[in-house]
C-alpha cells in the first residue's frame, strides 16, 4: 500500500427518500504519472488509483476509470439518489492492488 | 511504425492543421474517441463542460461535466503526453449525469468531452484552458 | 544595442517586464464553511513606510483557486492537517508519550500562531522549533524535516486553531533586533537578478510577473497548499524559492536569517486574519 492513503467523503446524514444528495470525496494519493524523472534521469514508475467505485446499498451510483492525468490527491463531486436507509461504500483501487474503503451510513427520515 | 488506415488518414488531416495542433496529440485523441464510440458518428448539443479560461497552475485544474441522460461521459486533454483523462460511468443511483474533478494539464490546450448517452448516440463537446506558468520559474 | 542585451539576459527581461495588466488585488470576500468571515484587506500596521492596505494572496488568485480555500473539504491541505491529528495522537520516542500525552487537544493552541514568531529565553522561536523541542526534550523523539509533511501538517494543525484571528507578532521590546535583522533582509537585493523582496511584493504587487499576479508575499495563509507542488509548503521553502529566483546562493531553512525575515514578513501582515491553512498556485 501506497504510504499514507487517507481518503475524506462528505455525506450529509440525513436526506428524505429519493432525494438527490451532493457527495465529495478526497483522497490522499501521489497519483506518480509515470511522465516524471528522478534526479538520477530515470522514469518513475506510474504509480496511481486506477478506479473509484461508489455503491449504495450494493447499487451503483458512479464507476470512474482514473489515468494518470488526474491531479495528485483524486477529488470527485457527484450527485447520488437515496431511495431508503442505508450505507454508501466508497472504493479507490491502487496501481499496487491496494484497496482502500470507507463507509457513511444516511438516515432516510 | 505501421501506420492503420485511420492513422494515415489522420495524418492527411493533421497536415492541414499542423500549423495550430501538435500532431501526435490531435492523432492520440481521436484513436480515443474511437475507441470510445466504436466509431459511430459523434453529434454536439446536450453536453456541458466548465473549465477555468485560465488555469492558474496546470497541475490542479478544475474540471466539471454534465450531460443529462448520458450513461458514461470520457474527459480528454488533447494536449498531454497521454491525452487519457478518465471516464465517468454512471450507475442507476446517480441523480444526474454531472461529476467534477481536478485534472493536470502539460500546457495551454483543449479538454475535451464525450459523453455516451442512453440510446447508444454520441455527443462531444471541447474548451480550451490556458495554462500559465509562474513568475521567475517559482 | 538594448535589444540584444534583454535577450541574451532573458530571465532577467522576463522577470522584470511587469505590464499593468491587473493593477489591483480583486473585490471577492473570503468566507470559509460559510461562516467564518476572514480579514483579507486592512489597513497596514504603522510600521509599513511606503504600503497604505495590506491585502491577502488569497486576492490577488483566480476565482478557480480562491475557490478551493472557500470549503475546508475543498481544501486539499486538510488530508495533510488529518494525518497531523493522528500524529498528534500518536506515540513517538523513546519516553513513550504523544503530543496528547501533555496537551489536552490542539485547541490548546488557539492564539498561538498568531503570535508567533516570538522571542523565547532571548531566542526567535518559529513553530517548527517549538514542535521539535518539545519531540526532543518531552517525547525523546527524532527531529522532523523543517520542510517534510510530518512538520508542515502539524504546524497547519496549530495555525488552523488560530484560523480567523488577527496575526499580531510582536516587533518591540526583545523582538527588535531581530526584526530589524529581517527588515534589512527583505529591503536587500540578492542574486544576478539583483531583486529585493520590496522590489516585487512592495513595489509591484497587483502587477503581472509573466502571467503571474504579485501578491504582498503576505505569509498569514502557511503553511499553505502550493498546486504546483501539490503539497503544503513551509514558509522558509517559500522564501528559499523565491530567493533562489534570483539566481542567488540562498539562506537555509531554518536558519537564523530566515527566523529574523519571517518575523519580519509577518509583521508585514499585522491584522489580516490567520488563513492557515490556505491555498494558492
Redesign the interface.
Known sequence: MADGVKPRVKVPKTASAGE??TIKTLISHQME?G?RKDKEGNTIPRSIINRFV???NG??????????????N????????V?ESGDFTFTWYDDDGSVYEETKSVEVS | MKLTRRETLFIGMGAVVAATVPLPALASVEDAVAAFTGGADVGSGGITLST?E????G????V?VSAPGAVSIMLL?AG?????????????????Q????????AGTQDVVAVAKMADGSFVRTANEVKV??????? | MKKAIAISSG?AA??LMVTPLLAEPDDDSLVINEELQMVTETEAPDHLEYVNTIYSGWRF?????Q??QLDDFDN?AMLTVDAAIDAFNTVDGSEGKSCASCHAGPEDFAGLTASMPKVIDGKLVVMEDLLNNHRAKAMGAEPWKWSGQEMQGMVALIGLQSRGMPVDVAIDGEAAPFWEKGKEIYYTRYGQ?ELSCAN?HEDNYGNM????H?SQGQINGFPTYR??Q?KLISKHNRFR??I???RAETFAEGSDEFRALELYVQSRGNGLSVETPAVR?
Do not use: H
Not at chain 1, 483524486?74 to 439518489?81: D, L, R, T
Not at chain 2, 497541475?59 to 478544475?62: D, F, G, I, L, Q
Open positions: 438527490a444528495v504519472s511522465q461508489v455503491d449504495f447499487q451503483n451510483v458512479i464507476d470512474v476509470t482514473l489515468e494518470p492525468a488526474i491531479s495528485t483524486p477529488y470527485f463531486e457527484f450527485e447520488a439518489i431511495p | 477555468p485560465i488555469a492558474e497552475n497541475n490542479t485544474v478544475p466539471e486533454a498531454n503526453p497521454n491525452p487519457d483523462v478518465g471516464t465517468f460511468n454512471f450507475g442507476p443511483l446517480a441523480a444526474s454531472t461529476a467534477s474533478t481536478r485534472i493536470r494539464l500559465t506558468i509562474g513568475g521567475c520559474g517559482g | 530571465a522576463l522577470c488568485r483566480t476565482d478557480e483557486t475557490a478551493l486539499p537578478l516585487c510577473i509573466r502571467a503571474d504579485l498546486l504546483k501539490a524559492g523565491c533562489r529566483d534570483t498556485q
